[in-house]
């Protein structure tokens, strides 16, 4: 998977043992191309099904990128059906994201990939510091665990030296809506959990240098966030479903083959509202009378049955199915199709209008991200599913992130928040440069003219 000269390090060597293992055991029977979703879209064409397996399995071995597998590997949304589909037992997903890591590796020498590298973390860092400072005061970005203050306890809620029950990891890209993150907070202390939050670049997955091929700095910047986060005595509540396919896929279990034992479970945060939905239906008081449909993505198992569940426990709400395809782990799992992906959102919108609904609800940042504009458009709302469960409990945090998206303007944005951007610190320049990038070009799916 690479092509340089050094030593690798130990993780490295872990996570090719591990990808090696994996290729052992692939008896290249291509059930896992079959099941796949973005087959078409990718552009795989007429290949078999078992010759496309077998040219991944081919690239990772150090051969030539027969096309049919080179398009499956850079055109997958890590839908994950896939792994349930693989009669071995082997993760196909792990296998495609190493591909990419190999094709990336190919592709350029190791400065140029960790220069690529660096410049994409901080884009990332950048977009997120200064979006979720335009919208929190430093009590917010406090509980959300980001540096402000030295002297206050960072969104930590249990006694001092006391471990808490969980990690509420964040990852970095929700703090950009912080509405949806204070929300789950407010949820956890209702139940009576107590946590530390970590998140943003200083707690970083690794999941933006693994893109680039850089394995050594991605392995490096993942295991220093996999310690810090190994405070929970339950173990890690995670938000982000690119963060937990990261360290539950890659990270932990590479870890894992280095130092024999796992350092803690992640749990996506629906799921661990589903271990506690007997405590939390009595709090689900105040009726939300809405006829609403979930957009849906099921890259991480469990979670869009849990979001359903948790739902139709809500008074008021009723569910209509549009009956559209789910497919990727989120939203931005699909931009290596941005046709198909436009296609997807378009449909989902149509028939979201046509079905009558008040609100199109989505589960993870990143899909309030790219459809929250579209509400300016068309005749339903589009909402967070914990901004439903929260006007059930009575609880509640502007949305500040859509209403200055649908504002489509970034001058209009900036000034909007100049009061903020003056306690922050925040050169306007550098925010509305933010904006422009970060906010509105992030919009797959043009708005209506």
């Known amino acids: 998977m690479r092509n340089r000269t050094m030593p690798e390090t130990a993780f490295e060597m872990a996570l090719a043992a591990r990808t090696g293992d994996m290729l052992d055991a692939c008896t290249r029977c291509g059930k896992c191309v079959e099941i796949c979703p973005v087959i078409a879209p990718a552009g795989v064409g007429n290949a078999a099904p078992k010759d496309v397996i077998s040219g991944v399995i081919d690239i990772l071995r150090g051969g030539a990128a027969a096309p049919a597998a080179k398009a499956w590997a850079t055109g997958c949304a890590l839908t994950g059906d896939c792994i349930a589909a693989c009669p071995e037992g082997i993760n196909p997903r792990f296998l495609l994201a190493m591909t990419r890591v190999t094709l990336a590796q190919r592709s350029s020498d190791l400065r140029e990939r960790r220069r690529k590298g660096i410049e994409n973390f901080h884009a990332v860092a950048d977009g997120v510091n200064v979006l979720a400072r335009m919208q929190l005061s430093d009590a917010e970005l406090t509980r959300l665990g980001q540096q402000v203050n030295d002297r206050l306890d960072h969104g930590a809620t249990a006694k001092p030296g006391e471990r808490p029950d969980f990690v509420f990891y964040t990852g970095c890209n929700v703090l950009k809506t912080p509405h949806m993150a204070l929300t789950a907070l407010d949820i956890m202390d209702a139940l009576g959990v107590t946590y530390k939050v970590m998140g943003g670049p200083t707690h970083c997955c690794g999941v933006v240098q693994l893109r680039t091929g850089d394995t050594e700095v ?79 993505h099921p890259g991480v198992k469990g979670v869009v049955e849990a979001g359903i569940e948790l739902l139709r426990m809500v008074p008021g709400i009723e569910i209509v199915d549009l009956n559209q395809p789910a497919v990727g782990l989120m939203s931005n799992a699909l931009n290596a199709l941005p046709d198909y992906k436009r296609g997807l959102q378009l449909a989902e919108l149509e028939a979201a209008a046509a079905a009558g609904i008040d609100a199109l609800v989505a589960i993870y940042h990143v899909d309030h991200r790219e459809l929250c504009a579209h509400e300016r458009d068309w005749p339903f709302r589009v909402v967070n599913i914990l901004d439903i469960v929260g006007a059930s409990m009575g609880l509640h945090h502007a949305d500040h992130f859509k209403r200055l998206k649908i504002m489509q303007d970034a001058d209009a944005i900036v000034a909007d928040c100049k009061d903020m951007l003056a306690v922050h610190g925040i050169d306007p320049a550098l925010a509305r440069a933010v904006v422009a990038k970060a906010m509105l070009a992030e919009q797959p799916l043009p708005l209506r003219t």
């Open 218 to 296: 991605s392995g490096r910047a993942a295991t220093s966030s996999l310690d810090k986060l190994a405070e929970g005595k339950t173990g890690v509540i995670s938000w982000c479903a690119s963060c937990h396919v990261q360290f539950t896929e890659t990270t932990i279990p590479t870890i894992e083959k280095i130092r024999g034992a796992r350092p803690f479970e992640m749990t996506p945060f629906m799921l661990f509202l589903k271990t506690r939905f007997d405590d939390l239906r009595p709090m689900l008081k105040t009726p939300v009378p809405m006829r609403i449909a979930l957009h849906k």
